[in-house]
């Protein structure tokens, strides 16, 4: 497996900040490894049970995904995202911050199926590369809401 995770405070509520990232499709705007992402489902209200179809560029290498939105509560979204080589965990907590904002920690795991398990040691540091990248363009997008 391989994974990362950051903590980045944002002057934005963190109600506000759970309701944006409820809606996988915005990743496309900070995640530098989402090349596209759209509702795969009937498009109602988002909540557990939602569903997306991403395209993701990893290490130069495009891969698509079925993600699910798997947990949601006032404080905590949790996805999965699927295919035949990986399976993908994305958890977002949102919480108040003592001064106002809130406290955004992303967690994000793959765990590789079949063969590329062997390739884990290699894709680690690009894996933390996305992190900081995220890092950098996620606390961006969430101030401008």
């Known amino acids: 497996m391989v994974g990362f995770q950051r903590v980045m405070t944002v002057s934005t509520p963190a109600a506000a900040v759970l309701g944006y990232l409820a809606d996988l499709g915005h990743s496309e705007d900070w995640n530098p490894g989402t090349k596209s992402c759209t509702r795969s489902d009937d498009g109602g209200p988002i909540d557990v049970g939602s569903t997306w179809h991403a395209v993701a560029v990893y290490n130069g290498r495009e891969t698509e995904l079925g993600y699910t939105l798997v947990g949601r509560t006032d404080s905590r979204l949790e996805f999965v995202g699927e295919n035949s080589t990986v399976t993908a965990t994305v958890e977002i907590l949102a919480d108040p911050a003592p001064e106002g904002g809130s406290v955004v920690t992303y967690q994000a795991d793959l765990r590789f199926k079949g063969l590329l ?29």
């Open 117 to 145: 398990k062997l390739a884990v040691p290699f894709l680690r540091r690009e894996f933390e590369r996305l992190g900081d990248e995220i890092e950098r363009n996620l606390p961006t997008v969430l101030e401008k809401l």
